[in-house]
């Protein structure tokens, strides 16, 4: 069962900041909260991962409210190539261990 | 750096068929997993191996065998093919629990197709 609840799907225009949310309304003290994007056809690879407050890459910023309850990613100034699946990780199942289980993700398309 | 190495990259099985998807990584990782991903939907965990020695289920793990060959090699067998795992395999590893902030890498994919 995921820990975490994101948007279905999202659409966009180029140029524009585009803000996904995700609820994690169970986050254990210690657990980061890591995003992936995915494209067609590829693995997922990272993006970026905070514990608390805000956390800004090259990519992309992560905001993360006092209570850790939910995190938003941002992406500023979207471009075509941005079109892809965001998907929002924390830690495991709630069982312990390693069951790192993905949620579905959301689906971002950016249009000209 | 090659980081997570799948084979194969392609492959169609008749129904009843068996094989084995590949998985290497050089990261020297403890730990691995296999994720399913059907048309349009999420991942889902098939098998992970917290450490090298040890493997455990994950949310679909029925039709499929693994093993945990050293630290670098993680092998998915599907023992009798079912149409119904159709699907695109990927393997990937990290240093330890993600929880704690280590990335998951990721392979390329591996996409079988049971006829």
């Known amino acids: 069962l995921a820990k975490t609840t994101q948007p279905i799907s999202m659409d966009s225009y180029e140029g524009q900041e585009v803000n996904i949310t995700c609820s994690h309304n169970?986050?254990?003290?210690?657990?980061?909260i890591t995003w992936y994007q995915q494209f067609p056809s590829q693995g997922p690879r990272f993006i970026i991962q905070g514990y608390k407050t805000k956390v800004t890459n090259e990519v992309a910023s992560l905001f993360i409210p006092a209570d850790r309850k939910s995190s938003t990613l941002s992406l500023p100034r979207v471009s075509l190539s941005d079109t892809a699946v965001y998907y929002c990780?924390?830690?495991?199942?709630?069982?312990?261990?390693?069951?790192?289980?993905f949620g579905a993700g959301t689906r971002l398309f950016v249009k000209a | 750096n090659a980081g997570v190495t799948q084979t194969p990259k392609f492959q169609v099985l008749k129904t009843g068929q068996s094989m084995t998807l590949q998985c290497a990584q050089d990261m020297n990782h403890n730990s691995m997993y296999w994720y399913r991903q059907d048309p349009g939907m999420g991942l889902r965990l098939i098998y992970y191996?917290?450490?090298?020695?040890?493997?455990d289920k994950g949310e679909v793990p029925n039709g499929y065998n693994v093993s945990r060959l050293n630290k670098r090699e993680f092998s998915l067998r599907l023992e009798s093919a079912a149409p119904s795992q159709t699907s695109v395999y990927f393997c990937a590893s990290s240093e330890s629990w993600p929880g704690d902030g280590n990335t998951i890498y990721f392979g390329e994919g591996s996409w079988l197709t049971v006829v």
């Open positions: 169970n986050i254990a003290t210690n657990d980061y």
């Open positions: 191996s917290a450490s090298e020695g040890t493997t």
């Open positions: 990780l924390v830690g495991d199942d709630g069982t312990g261990g390693f069951k790192t289980i």
